[in-house]
């Protein structure tokens, strides 16, 4: 590889990251495939969670999304280049990219805390599951990343397979982070704690606003009643003094 791979805080300046949210192949992805699962996603304003991501790429130049089951993304920071325009992009590399999200999100439905995974493309994510009322609803991710340095003839072969330019598929690649894999499960622990109280709080606040929405169409019915029953009554009380 030409160029070696940032560490930690290292050339974050000048690290090019993208939007996953706005994507095509994500907003491709199939709703929950359960109902339970989709009432409470659907529920839920993760939009807060956006911006503690955002920071947290800020502080670690490590990228973190929220994603539910099915490889949809829910929240997210900026992603590496190496992920939105060529891993996203190609169809054997996204294949492989949907493949480990489901093979690592499966690894947490088996009941671990957080899992380790080194994708089909040769970058390592880790995830730890979201449980919200019992139900499974999504997988904090945080990645991708290096555990090591790259190998830079796994990456060459790997961009003639999918027909990227090379040299920028690299230049790519070296804005990847290399990551202390001793820090990561806390990290995880942290950032899962976070998310799942927003997502609790962002809950609680639909359940009252619908709650408050339904009490005040109560008021307006009952009050509506009111008026109609005053009016017969006014009608009874005229034709009663006529």
Request: glycine residues 4%.
């Amino acid at each position: 590889m030409t160029a070696k791979s940032p560490h930690l805080h290292r050339e974050a300046n000048l690290i090019q990251m993208l939007d996953p949210l706005s994507s095509d192949w994500n907003k491709a992805m199939p709703e929950p495939d359960t109902t339970v699962t989709r009432t409470l996603v659907a529920a839920l304003d993760f939009s807060r969670l956006n911006a503690l991501f955002e920071n947290f790429l800020q502080v670690m130049n490590v990228p973190i999304a929220l994603i539910d089951l099915q490889g949809k993304v829910l929240a997210s920071s900026r992603w590496q280049r190496a992920c939105i325009q060529f891993h996203r992009q190609a169809s054997p590399t996204l294949g492989r990219c949907l493949e480990s999200d489901k093979n690592l999100a499966m690894q947490l439905q088996q009941g671990k805390n957080y899992s380790i995974y080194r994708c089909g493309n040769g970058l390592t994510d880790c995830a730890t599951p979201i449980m919200l009322e019992g139900e499974h609803i999504a997988n904090l991710f945080i990645g991708q990343f290096f555990l090591n340095e790259p190998s830079t003839e796994h990456f060459i072969a790997q961009a003639k397979e999918a027909g990227f330019a090379q040299d920028d598929y690299m230049a790519a690649l070296a804005e990847v982070a290399i990551v202390d894999e001793s820090k990561l499960p806390a990290m995880l622990n942290m950032l899962g704690l976070l998310a799942l109280q927003i997502t609790e709080l962002s809950l609680t606040n639909d359940r009252y606003q619908r709650s408050l929405q339904h009490t005040e169409q109560q008021v307006t019915q009952r009050t509506q009643e009111l008026q109609m029953q005053n009016q017969i009554l006014s009608q009874i009380s005229e034709g009663v003094a006529l």
